[in-house]
């Protein structure tokens, strides 16, 4: 992967100037939505809920969901049938609603859910958590154990004949080899509506570096959420909070015409300058 710049180094990400057609790829945790302990237990806002659907409308269509999660969580935690990645792209939705999915075998599947359960009985403040194709195993309750559990879940990858570790934060997931979120993004831009618009990645974590590079190289805007190092990002907001509030501010520019602004501080509702 790229070398990165240091955070300090990462400018807040630009607005759409004037004739610019943009094409949201937005990653959900860490990204849209705050971490939590159980990641079922996570939940949309309306507030948020409201923003996406009217940034979906404000870019006719092209804004995609890339996640970890499958699209049927996605679908559950947002209610809309939009462009979505899920797995990391080993599940993709268009924006016409047309689907593929990269096959598993069922046997392959069954091995990797039999052993994963094997590995976290032996390690205490680790959750498991099934994807049906892939396994994610957390430690966000205990983090001092992640550097146990990465080389644990390396290892039991490794055993595993078509499968690869990806490394996330106080997460591994254990997946099917063949497709990262970098490959699913292109794998969208291929297609309308985001072909021939300018491509704009917003994620907070390690999967995220290989959309980072897609978007980088096609002339998109690569925007790190947090502070984690080294990144191909070029453009940094600091939280989920601020990824809402850029996000408000996309919209506004979108809707009166994209004129070329700084992003306003929180709070101020003044018009564009």
Not at 113 to 142: F, M, N, P, S, W
Not at 210 to 220: I, L, P, Q, W
Request: charge should be negative; proline fraction near 8%; hydrophobic fraction near 40%.
């Amino acid at each position: 992967m790229s070398a990165g710049l240091p955070p300090s180094d990462l400018p807040t990400p630009p607005m759409p100037t004037m004739g610019e057609r943009w094409a949201l790829f937005l990653d959900v945790d860490g990204t849209l939505l705050e971490f939590h302990d159980d990641p079922a237990a996570v939940a949309v806002e309306t507030g948020l809920s409201r923003r996406l659907q009217a940034a979906h409308r404000a870019v006719h269509g092209a804004l995609a969901l890339i996640s970890g999660r499958a699209l049927a969580d996605l679908d559950r935690l947002f209610n809309q049938p939009w462009a979505a990645a899920g797995l990391h792209g080993l599940q993709l939705r268009h924006a016409d609603g047309s689907r593929r999915d990269l096959p598993v075998d069922p046997a392959a599947r069954e091995l990797l859910r039999r052993r994963a359960r094997q590995l976290v009985r032996t390690l205490d403040g680790v959750q498991l958590e099934d994807k049906g194709a892939a396994i994610a195993l957390h430690c966000r309750r205990q983090p001092d154990r992640y550097d146990t559990l990465l080389a644990a879940a390396a290892e039991l990858a490794d055993s595993l004949e078509g499968y690869e570790l990806q490394a996330g934060n106080l997460v591994t997931e254990i997946k099917p080899e063949g497709m990262d979120k970098g490959r699913a993004v292109s794998e969208l831009l291929e297609r309308p509506p985001f072909c021939g618009r300018r491509p704009v990645y917003l994620g907070d974590d390690l999967t995220d570096e290989h959309a980072f590079e897609v978007v980088g190289r096609r002339g998109g805007l690569a925007i790190r959420v947090g502070n984690r190092t080294p990144t191909a990002a070029r453009f940094t907001l600091p939280s989920p909070a601020a990824v809402q509030h850029w996000l408000s501010c996309v919209l506004d520019a979108i809707q009166q015409g994209a004129p070329s602004h700084a992003l306003r501080p929180e709070g101020d509702s003044s018009g564009p300058s």
